[in-house]
């Protein structure tokens, strides 16, 4: 009993792992559980990416290496830890792109549009432990949209968010909301179809 207890335990954590809706009903498999291996990343590729609040230069820093947090932390007096934005992938995989990070003095930018990236870079952004991560260009796989918004003012600043919530709190607090930087997982929608 107690070793076909475990090995449905076991069974049970694959199928998470591989992304497939396994309590989901018939009616309600879609795209995510009908994609093919070519079209979704393995999910147990993917990485949390933890957000950072610095007050000293009004900054949100976004981070999927923990010695950057305990950095940050321990270097910047004041620094918050806000928790985990997403979910996205360590590795280069199936359909992903590169998620890069610019900073300049007061600011962490990131994108993974080749076009943005050399912008930055010609206005004084320098690469940052590049690329953070991958993620997704279009909504696959059950993957959600991670908004960015940009805060324009002495000290610029960057926000991005699987939440329109926050989203929407953000713009109403002078955020001007840019569109979506691309197609990542939250901790609710890993593994699950699309809506």
Known sequence: ???????????????????????????????RTEATPQTCG???DLTPFAELYIPSITAHVYTTNNDVVTDFI????????????A?????????????????????????????ERAAALASG???YLSPVGYIYPSQICGSVPLYRLHFIAANPDYIYTTSTT???????????????????YDLLSCGSPES
């Open 166 to 184: 926050e989203r929407d709190n953000a713009a109403a607090m002078g955020f001007t909301y840019e569109g979506v930087a691309g197609y990542v």
């Open 42 to 44: 393995d999910v147990s």
């Open 1 to 31: 009993m107690k070793t076909s207890a475990i090995s449905m335990l076991f069974t049970s954590f694959a199928a998470v792992a591989r992304g497939l809706a396994v309590f989901q009903e018939s009616t309600t498999l879609n795209s």
């Open 125 to 127: 952004f320098v690469e």
């Open 74 to 85: 321990v270097g910047n007096p004041g620094t918050t830890y806000l928790g985990v934005t």
């Open 87 to 115: 979910l996205i992938f360590s590795i280069a995989d199936t359909s992903t792109v590169p998620f890069y990070c610019l900073r300049s003095s007061s600011a962490y930018f990131y994108t993974t549009n080749q076009t």
